[in-house]
Each structure stands twice: as C-alpha cells, then as structure tokens.
C-alpha cells in the first residue's frame, strides 16, 4: 500500500504516519528529515536546501523529485510506504504519476492556522535522532532530553514565529491545491486533528480501512 499523508506544517503528519507505519508495517519517507540529514552530512544538496528551509520556503522540486525517485528504490520500500511531506507541489505529484508510483490513498490532517502556530510555538526536535516532542502536547520524559537517545532538544530554527507564518502561507498557496489533485482521482480521506493524540490517530486508522 503507498500512502501520501497531507497536511499544513504541524498539523501531524509525522505522528500519524508512525501510527500508520505500526498498523501496516511499511516505511515512513519524510523528505524533511531526509533534507535535514543532508544538511547535517554537508552533502551538495543538503547545501542548497539550507537556506530555503530557514526561510520556511520549499526546497526546489528537482532536488526533492530526485531524493525521494532514490529513497523508493530502497528494498525496505518495495511492499508499500507512507509518504510524509511529499509532494508539496503540483509538479511533484505529477512527477509520482510519471514515475509510475501508484498512490492508494491520501490522508489529509486538516488542523487550522491558529492551532498550528500554537503546536510548532511549543515543538522540540532532536537533531540527532529525529525524534519530536512538545513542551504541552507530548513531552519528553527528562526536559530537554531525547528520550530516545538521550542528546539534547532544540527548537527548530524553521519553527520560529515569522518562520512559521512563511511556512503556512506556503503550505496554502503550493501544497493545498493538492488536495482537489488527489480529490479528482477519488484518493483523498480528510482527518479533523484532534487536541488529544490518541483521538486523531484513531480516526486515522478508520481512514485508512475507509
Ligand atoms: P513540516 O511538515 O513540519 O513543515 P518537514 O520536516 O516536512 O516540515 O520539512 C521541512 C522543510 O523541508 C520544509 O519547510 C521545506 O523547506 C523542506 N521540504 C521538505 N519536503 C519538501 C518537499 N517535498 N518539497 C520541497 N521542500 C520540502
Ligand atoms: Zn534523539
């Protein structure tokens, strides 16, 4: 099964798609952790990347289109994948159909702007592991302190306030149209997130057998 999760900046999709990927068992690809990689390791792209994701703006589509053609060539990849933060354009959801990947289902987490600004305000990420957290909603056990690994939280510096503002405007003007893509090929199921984790994930599930 290969599932696209949908959704503005915080709006879930990260938890939702490890929900997903307990129920299924097929892989998680998150392209923003796979660029956040790249901009750790130094590596050309990861460069480039860099300074359009300060800003909260998108990576170019060449360099997403071409990490992710990569990352479903994997052998972890083959039964089926979830599909988290790509695409996020137009033009990368035309390049899946061109690739020939076919989509099953696409999950929409809707949750409004002024939650989202609220939930990223509070986020935590560790930078070593990928792990996130938020100081209200899911804290770590140890303030501050991966709980997976034990290094050090931090706030994602793409996760500030005038950052997030950027993000969401881009998420309206780029990533939503996607929503009537996937709707006009009879894909699209949409999730209202909800305060608690466990109410949203639940409904998830029923989306997935819907
Ligand atoms: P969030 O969903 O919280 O915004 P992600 O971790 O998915 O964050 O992505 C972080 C950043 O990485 C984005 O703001 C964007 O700059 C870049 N990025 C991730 N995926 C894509 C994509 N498919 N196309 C373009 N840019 C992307
Ligand atoms: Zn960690």
Same mark, same amino acid.
């Given at each position: 099964m290969n599932l696209i999760l949908l959704g503005a /900046?915080?709006?879930?999709k990260g938890t939702q798609a490890e929900v997903i990927c307990r129920e299924l068992n097929i892989p998680t690809i998150s392209t923003g952790n796979m660029l956040r990689a790249a901009v750790k390791a130094g590596t050309e792209y990861g460069l480039k990347a860099k300074a359009a994701m300060d800003a909260g703006d998108l990576v170019s589509d060449d360099i997403v289109i071409g990490i992710l053609k990569d990352r479903i060539k994997?052998?972890?990849a083959q039964n089926g994948f979830i599909l988290d933060?790509? /695409?996020?354009?137009v033009p990368q959801a035309e390049a899946l159909d061109a690739m020939g990947v076919k989509i099953d289902k696409v999950i929409e987490i809707h949750v409004p702007d002024e939650k989202i600004q609220q939930r990223l305000s509070g986020r935590r990420v560790c930078l070593d592991c990928g792990a996130t957290y938020h100081v209200d909603f899911k804290p770590s056990k140890?303030?501050?302190?991966?709980?997976?690994?034990g290094k050090q939280l931090v706030i994602r510096k793409d996760d500030e306030p005038e950052t997030v503002k950027s993000r969401l405007k881009t998420y309206h003007e780029q990533t939503a149209p996607l929503k009537g893509y996937y709707e006009a090929q009879g894909k699209l199921v949409t999730v209202e997130g909800q305060e608690e984790v466990a109410d949203t994930s639940r409904l998830t599930l029923e989306a997935l057998n819907a």
């Open positions: /900046p915080g709006a879930g994997e052998p972890d933060g790509f /695409p996020r354009t140890t303030e501050g302190v991966c709980d997976v690994c």
